[in-house]
């Protein structure tokens, strides 16, 4: 009696995977480049480097990262908002090595690095 409620489990979960990889593994570019939307200039830029399984994989997405910038222009906090486990390591890595204009205070801005193995 409880198998049919099994199986209508198992499609649905089956279905949501299917939908996630179908929507992960989109044709982009192979290298990664980031957007930068805070208030402050980037001053330097360190391109994130596009992990070896995640190239296996074809895989790309946008990998979303809210910093914390101190008045000296580096980067003091970062906070992994939204993005793919496998590429926010890499993301993040790279925007702490960057460096952004000098400013009176501390500001806050959201960082998207996107990653596309077709390039």
């Known amino acids: 009696m409880h198998r049919p ?3 209508f489990r198992t499609a649905v979960i089956v279905l949501y995977a299917l939908v996630i990889a ?3 593994f989109a044709p982009f570019t192979p290298r ?3 957007e930068d939307h805070p208030e402050r200039k980037v001053r ?3 391109e994130p480097v596009y992990p070896d399984i995640a190239r296996k994989m074809n895989l790309n997405g946008v990998v979303r990262v809210q910093v914390v910038i101190s008045p000296n222009g580096s980067v003091k906090e970062t906070k992994v908002i939204g ?3 496998i590429l926010v390591t890499a993301a993040v890595d790279a925007v702490k090595k960057w460096k952004f204009d000098p400013a009176s205070a501390e500001t806050t ?3 998207e690095i996107k990653f596309d193995p077709g390039n």
């Open 5 to 7: 409620k099994q199986l």
């Open 22 to 24: 179908a929507v992960s």
């Open 32 to 34: 990664a480049f980031a």
């Open 44 to 46: 330097i830029r360190v």
């Open 83 to 85: 993005g793919h486990p």
């Open 109 to 111: 801005g959201i960082l």
